[in-house]
C-alpha cells in the first residue's frame, strides 16, 4: 500500500479553504465539511500525487465534481452556484471542526484497505465445517447486540422502510461515523448506504424526506445499519455491498443492528427476514447477498440460497458456472442462468462484449465496443440489468463516459442517463 506520507499536512494546509468553497455551495456547515471531507479523501486514495497540475487543484476538481454528482438541488441551480463560488473573490477562510484533518486520514486508510480487500472478499467465500444456519427463520423480534458483533458508537438504528412509488436508481456508500480500529471477527465496523430515488412528477414520493423535481423528480433516504465493513479472522476486513432489484423496488442487505440479511420493498413499506440471526462466527469470512430476478441470493460461510423477497421461503442454488473460456478478461452470469456476458478488452478498439450460451459455450452475439470522445476509452462489466440486459461502464483515462446497457438480442447500446461518477456505486433500476 503506498505511503499517505505529507498527506496529513497536505488537508490541514488547504481544510480551511475547501470547507469555506463548500459553504458557499452547499449553504449548511454539516452538508460543507461533509463534502470537503469528501474530496480530500479522493486525493488521499491516490496519494502520493501523480502529476497533476497540484494537489490542491485536484482537491478543489473533485469538491466540485462531488458537489455536481451528490446535490440534489435542481441542475441550473448547481451551476449557478458553481459560477457565483469561480466569480467571487476570496472569502475568509471558515474554521473547521477539531480533529477534521484526522478524521479524513483514518477515511482514506480505511477506503484503502476496503479496495485492497474487494475484488476477493466479496465474490470468494470458502465452506468450512460448521452447523447450517438456514435451519429455519425465527420470526421479527428485537433483539440485543452482544459485544463481539456491536458496531463502535455510535450504534446506528433499524432502518424505517420508506413506502413510495419511487424506485432506486443507485446506491452509495455513506460516511463511516466511528473509528475502525481493531475488532473482533464477524464484527461489523461500519455502516450505512444512502439510495438515490427517482420517479416521475405524477408518481407519489410517499415517506421520502424530500423530493426534488425539475424535468423528473428525485430524492434520497439513508439506510443507516446496511454494513459496509466486516472484520475478519486475520484482522483485515471485508466489504459488503447491499443489492438493489433490477425494477428499482427492492434491496437487501446485512443488518448491524438485527444480525440477519434483509430485503425491503419499497413499494409495500414491508420487510422480510432473508436469513436467521447471524452469530459473529458465521461471518469471519465473506458472504454476500445479490438480486436474482425479484429474489435474492444470499451466500453465508459457503452455502448460496435463494430466498424469495415476498415470502422468506428459500431453497439451496449451486454456485452458477458457465462455459466461457479463458481469453476473456471478465464474465457475468445472467439470473436466470442461460445466458452470460464476457469481456474482451484487447479486440478492437474499445474492446468486445460476446454473449455466450452458458451452458454449451457458444458465442450467441458479438457485440464491437465503440469508442467514446476522442481519447482511448475502456469499459468495465458491472452486472446483468435483466436476463436480456448487462450493464457496462465505460472510461476515458480518469473521467468517466457514461454508464449503458447492452442488449444480448440486438446488441443495442443504450446510455442510462443521471449516473454520477462515483466508482462504489451500486446500480438499481437501469
Not at 448547481?78 to 472569502?91: E, G, K, N, S
Not at 445466458?339 to 468486445?352: C, Q
Request: with cysteine; hydrophobic share 40%; net charge positive.
Amino acid at each position: 500500500m503506498r505511503s499517505l506520507a505529507g498527506f496529513r499536512d497536505f488537508v490541514r494546509e488547504h481544510e480551511h479553504d475547501l470547507v469555506t468553497t463548500a459553504l458557499q455551495l452547499t449553504g449548511t456547515r454539516e452538508s460543507a465539511e461533509r463534502l470537503a471531507a469528501a474530496a480530500l479523501r479522493d486525493v488521499g486514495l491516490t496519494w502520493p500525487p501523480p502529476p497533476w497540475p497540484t494537489p490542491a487543484a485536484h482537491a478543489r476538481h473533485a469538491l466540485y465534481r462531488r458537489f455536481l454528482a451528490t446535490t440534489t438541488i435542481p441542475l441550473a441551480e448547481r451551476h449557478r452556484r458553481l459560477a457565483a463560488v469561480a466569480d467571487a473573490p476570496a472569502a475568509s477562510p471558515q474554521p473547521v471542526a477539531p480533529g477534521f484533518a484526522d478524521r479524513v486520514l483514518r477515511s482514506v486508510r480505511s477506503r484503502r484497505l476496503g479496495r485492497v480487500l474487494v475484488p476477493a472478499a466479496v465474490l470468494v467465500c470458502v465452506a468450512i465445517a460448521a452447523p447450517p444456519v438456514w435451519d429455519h427463520v425465527r420470526p421479527a423480534a428485537p433483539v440485543s447486540m452482544p459485544p463481539d458483533f456491536a458496531t463502535p458508537t455510535p450504534r446506528p438504528a433499524a432502518w424505517k422502510i420508506p413506502r413510495t412509488e419511487f424506485t432506486i436508481r443507485f446506491a452509495v456508500p455513506d460516511e463511516c461515523r466511528s473509528d475502525v480500529g481493531p475488532a473482533a471477527a464477524g464484527t461489523v465496523t461500519c455502516s450505512g448506504w444512502v439510495l438515490h430515488l427517482g420517479g416521475e412528477k405524477h408518481q407519489k414520493s410517499g415517506d421520502l424526506p424530500f423530493r426534488s423535481c425539475s424535468e423528473t423528480c428525485w430524492s434520497n433516504v439513508r439506510i443507516p445499519d446496511a454494513a459496509r465493513w466486516v472484520a475478519a479472522d486475520d484482522g483485515s476486513m471485508w466489504n459488503l455491498e447491499p443489492a438493489l432489484s433490477s425494477d428499482g423496488r427492492r434491496v437487501a442487505y446485512l443488518s448491524a443492528v438485527e444480525r440477519r440479511y434483509v430485503a425491503a420493498d419499497l413499494s409495500t413499506g414491508t420487510k422480510v427476514y432473508l436469513t436467521p440471526e447471524l452469530a459473529p462466527g458465521d461471518l469471519r469470512e465473506s458472504s454476500f447477498v445479490v438480486a436474482d430476478g425479484r429474489d435474492f441470493t444470499v451466500s453465508v460461510r459457503g452455502e448460496r440460497r435463494r430466498v424469495d423477497s415476498t415470502t422468506g421461503a428459500s431453497s439451496p442454488v449451486s454456485e452458477p458456472h458457465a462455459k466461457v473460456g479463458d481469453r476473456y478478461d471478465d464474465s457475468a452470469v445472467a439470473p436466470g442462468g442461460r445466458l452470460a456476458a464476457a469481456l474482451d478488452t484487447e479486440r478492437g478498439g474499445n474492446g468486445g462484449l460476446d454473449f455466450i450460451d452458458a451452458r454449451k459455450g457458444r458465442v450467441l452475439r458479438r457485440v464491437e465496443l465503440p469508442t467514446l470522445g476522442s481519447a482511448a476509452s475502456s469499459s468495465e462489466l458491472i452486472s446483468w440489468a435483466d436476463d436480456e440486459r448487462v450493464v457496462i461502464r465505460m472510461t476515458s483515462e480518469n473521467d468517466l463516459l457514461g454508464w449503458f446497457t447492452v442488449s444480448a438480442k440486438t446488441g443495442r447500446l443504450t446510455r442510462i442517463p443521471n449516473i454520477p461518477d462515483i466508482r462504489d456505486l451500486i446500480l438499481g433500476k437501469a
